[in-house]
Each structure stands twice: as structure tokens, then as C-alpha cells.
């Protein structure tokens, strides 16, 4: 995998037991190195590379403002699900699917 093969924004499909439908777009940018995204409340940064066919993403910083309780929940699960993915590998679909605790934890799509 290289670089561009990520680039741009992607859309999350499904995160390990989060129900996701509330939270509108859920989105990551991949870009040069640096992820930006949306997730179930606020938007976050984090850092990215690439070692061979996978993807490192380090944790992810949440930008300000606070959310009601359900959805603060939701954006802290979001976030651990990302801190806790090991990697990212593209499957044959083109999805690419996050990693972490021995399992898939969450899948994004090319928007």
C-alpha cells in the first residue's frame, strides 16, 4: 500500500459494537501523514503511516465542546476503537478495515 491509496475521506461503515446511525457521517481524512475526522460528537487528529500493506494510527486527539451523556459515551468508545487498532489493512472491496484486540473493530469506505 502506499499513500495515495488512502488519501482523501472516507466514510465509517461499522465500528465494534456502536450503533452509528444517529450520529450522521462519520468521516476520516486521511492526509499526508496526518488523519482528521468527525466522529459521534466532535471532530479529532491523529497521526498515520504506513508500513508495508498496513496502516499505524496513533491515538486520536478530540477537538472541544461537550456532547450529552449518551453521545459523549458513544465519542469515547469511537476514540478507544481507534487507539486500540493495531492496524489497518484494504480488503478486496477496497474497504479498509481497522484492527485491534484480535479483531475487526471498525470499516471505512472511500466516499
Avoid: H
Avoid at 46 to 53: K, M, Q
Avoid at 63 to 70: E, K, T, V
Avoid at 74 to 98: K, N, P, Y
Amino acid at each position: 500500500m502506499t499513500p495515495p491509496d488512502i488519501e482523501g475521506v472516507w466514510t465509517v461503515v461499522s465500528a465494534r459494537d456502536l450503533s452509528l446511525r444517529r450520529y450522521g457521517a462519520l468521516t476520516f481524512q486521511f492526509d499526508q501523514g496526518t488523519l482528521y475526522g468527525k466522529s459521534p460528537c466532535r471532530g479529532f487528529r491523529s497521526d498515520y503511516r504506513i508500513e508495508g500493506d498496513n496502516v499505524i494510527i496513533t491515538r486520536p486527539d478530540l477537538s472541544g465542546g461537550l456532547c450529552d451523556g449518551a453521545t459523549m459515551e458513544a465519542e469515547e468508545a469511537f476514540a478507544r476503537l481507534i487507539a486500540e487498532s493495531e492496524f489497518a489493512r484494504m480488503d478486496d472491496s477496497g474497504d479498509l478495515v481497522l484492527f485491534g484486540l484480535g479483531s475487526e473493530a471498525m470499516r471505512i469506505r472511500r466516499k
